[in-house]
């Protein structure tokens, strides 16, 4: 049965306009230490620009460093003192970072337009087509066991960093993935754009496919899941996994004209599927980013609409009220929640903080804490 939905008070939050990027690439690999006082550095305080005009990544890694990914700046670190800049110049293969992730190691992997990057601390390596690694808009996981997951506009491949290299066709490898064909017990291999990589509490790979719904992934087989079984979408842009264990899935328009269809979102309890025509934003929408967390709250970014936070029970609204021909253009790319329990959302007009109340625009200079 389905649960009820309570709507509470909707808060004010700045809003902004959607972009996606990509192109193509090359494989390099360079030291980012050997570049003295890289140009884009800036001190907090100093500076009221934008740290990007769009964020397109957000992640936090094991020291603790923010990381934000931009659509043609590179990616910007923030240490807890200092705002740096990332970009081809310091050795990254490519300027718009759709996806950050870390390895066993503490290794940074970044997921650009042309291919994805390691980055260990001083060097810069690049994986591209030369490498395995075909397509663009690359997207990251590195599961539980350690394995480097990418998925790109040519499908998904994975990399196994035990094994340094591998005869031929570079270290990364396609991992296939399948589609019914015409509902029968049969499959077969389609390439294809995968929008989202996801490990669920279970080590379950999923994978978000443009027309194809959502793939799980348990080791050994794959099972499809779309829009016959539940789905608002068969193109599945985001995954997240809320405290209870079900999987929720953010939709979008596609890309391809045959496969265009209404977004929106859809929880699976492990054996059926849940909408949510009555709220605002969640049905016939594009949902680019969901993100659970820490507290087990579900975030939604609704374009055009805000930012819903669900807790189990009900849905809480963020948007622009006063400013409502702004929320027409309102787009939220990218969520990470930092050690302090500080929320953190990448927009496409930039970067913003939320104190547990309301959102704050934080610029290159700042406020980077609560007052």
């Given amino acids: 049965m389905r649960r009820s939905i309570m709507i509470i008070p909707i808060h004010p939050l700045l809003s902004s306009c959607l972009l996606i990027a990509s192109c193509s690439g090359q494989d390099r690999a360079v030291d980012a230490g050997a570049i003295a006082d890289p140009p884009m550095h800036q001190q907090a305080g100093r500076d009221t620009a934008q740290v990007a005009e769009y964020i397109v990544a957000a992640f936090e890694d094991g020291k603790g460093n923010l990381w934000f990914g931009t659509n043609g700046q590179g990616v910007a670190r923030w240490d807890g003192t200092s705002l740096r800049y990332f970009s081809i110049a310091e050795g990254l293969i490519g300027d718009v970072v759709t996806g950050i992730a870390e390895d066993r190691d503490g290794h940074l992997w970044f997921g650009t337009h042309t291919?994805?990057?390691?980055?260990?601390?001083?060097?810069?390596?690049?994986?591209?087509?030369?490498?395995?690694?075909?397509?663009?808009?690359?997207?990251?996981?590195?599961?539980?066991?350690?394995?480097?997951?990418?998925?790109?506009?040519?499908?998904?491949?994975?990399?196994?960093?035990?094994?340094?290299?591998?005869?031929?066709?570079?270290?990364?490898?396609?991992?296939?993935?399948?589609?019914?064909?015409?509902?029968?017990?049969?499959?077969?291999?389609?390439?294809?754009?995968?929008?989202?990589?996801?490990?669920?509490?279970?080590?379950?790979?999923?994978?978000?496919?443009?027309?194809?719904?959502?793939?799980?992934?348990?080791?050994?087989?794959?099972?499809?899941?779309?829009?016959?079984?539940?789905?608002?979408?068969?193109?599945?842009?985001?995954?997240?996994?809320?405290?209870?264990g079900n999987i929720w899935f953010g939709s979008i328009t596609s890309d391809f004209p045959k496969y265009i269809e209404e977004g929106g979102v859809s929880r699976y309890d492990g054996k059926t599927f849940t909408q949510f025509p009555e709220v605002k934003g969640l049905t016939a929408n594009d949902i680019y980013n969901l993100y659970t967390d820490r507290s087990g709250n579900v975030w939604i970014g609704a374009v055009r609409v805000g930012a819903y936070r669900y807790d189990g029970k009900s849905f809480t609204l963020f948007d622009m009220t006063d400013r409502p021909e702004l929320t027409t253009y309102f787009a939220i790319q990218a969520f990470v929640e930092d050690q302090h329990g500080t929320l953190w959302f990448g927009f496409s007009g930039g970067l913003f903080r939320f104190n547990g109340t309301s959102f704050v625009n934080v610029t290159q200079g700042g406020p980077w804490t609560s007052p």
Avoid at 121 to 127: E, L
Avoid at 154 to 171: N, Q
Avoid at 224 to 231: A, I, S, V, Y
């Fill in 115 to 244: 291919g994805a990057c390691e980055f260990d601390g001083k060097t810069f390596s690049g994986f591209a087509g030369g490498e395995g690694l075909r397509g663009s808009g690359c997207k990251l996981l590195v599961d539980r066991n350690g394995m480097v997951w990418a998925g790109t506009s040519d499908g998904v491949f994975r990399l196994d960093p035990s094994i340094p290299h591998r005869t031929g066709g570079g270290r990364f490898t396609a991992f296939e993935l399948t589609v019914p064909v015409n509902d029968t017990p049969s499959y077969k291999m389609v390439p294809g754009k995968v929008w989202d990589l996801f490990e669920d509490s279970k080590g379950n790979i999923w994978f978000g496919r443009d027309g194809y719904g959502a793939c799980r992934y348990d080791g050994k087989t794959l099972t499809h899941f779309t829009k016959n079984d539940g789905l608002c979408s068969n193109n599945v842009a985001s995954i997240a996994e809320d405290a209870q």
